[in-house]
């Protein structure tokens, strides 16, 4: 055989029998959100990013930072929370804007961020919050017990565990925790 058919059965073979190795990128899906109301303090904007957000749309894959930031800023102040969460593998924060609420207290309102996690399929489960008011910032995660993956209630010693947060927001958050779990 003759160099010139070795070389050409080589190249053929080493044409046929390789594989291209490709990397994927995988962007994480993200949202941003923003809101305005007057109280107050003046025009208030809060800007909620989220990052590592669960979409039902798409399959999910982690790898990626999961994080949360609520910045409220006004005439008068700004005040960032971030939730960084540092386990994020196999933990991507579902977030829906329409569970975003509020409270006022003598015409400056607190707002409540409620957000968990995908992939939180158990029969325990963290519901997460972070609360802006009065130039303060509050991050709290509250444990539920469930049965079967649903029926989720309160787990956690709610006094003990909310004792940092201003009076005046402690009753209002409770009942809603109570009326929701």
Not at 10 to 28: G, H, K, N, W, Y
Not at 72 to 97: G, H, T, W
Not at 122 to 140: A, E, G, W
Not at 146 to 158: K, M, Q, S, T, V
Request: aromatic content about 14%.
């Amino acid at each position: 055989m003759t160099v010139f058919k070795k070389s050409f059965i080589i190249i053929i073979l080493s044409f046929i029998t390789s594989t291209t190795l490709a990397q994927e990128v995988m962007i994480p899906d993200t949202i941003t959100t923003t809101k305005t109301w007057i109280d107050k303090n003046g025009l208030n904007m809060l800007t909620i990013h989220v990052n590592a957000a669960c979409n039902p749309d798409t399959l999910p894959h982690d790898g990626h930072q999961t994080m949360i930031s609520a910045q409220l800023s006004n005439n008068l102040y700004k005040v960032k929370a971030v939730y960084d969460e540092p386990n994020y593998q196999m933990k991507m924060i579902y977030f829906d804007e329409s569970d975003i609420w509020y409270y006022d207290i003598n015409g400056v309102k607190a707002v409540f961020i409620p957000f968990d996690y995908c992939g939180n399929a158990d029969d325990d489960m963290v519901v997460s919050f972070i609360i802006l008011y009065n130039k303060q910032k509050y991050i709290y995660h509250i444990n539920l017990k469930g049965e079967d993956f649903a029926n989720y209630r309160l787990n956690d010693n709610l006094n003990k565990k909310l004792k940092k947060l201003p009076k005046e927001l402690q009753p209002e958050f409770v009942r809603y925790l109570k009326a929701k779990y």
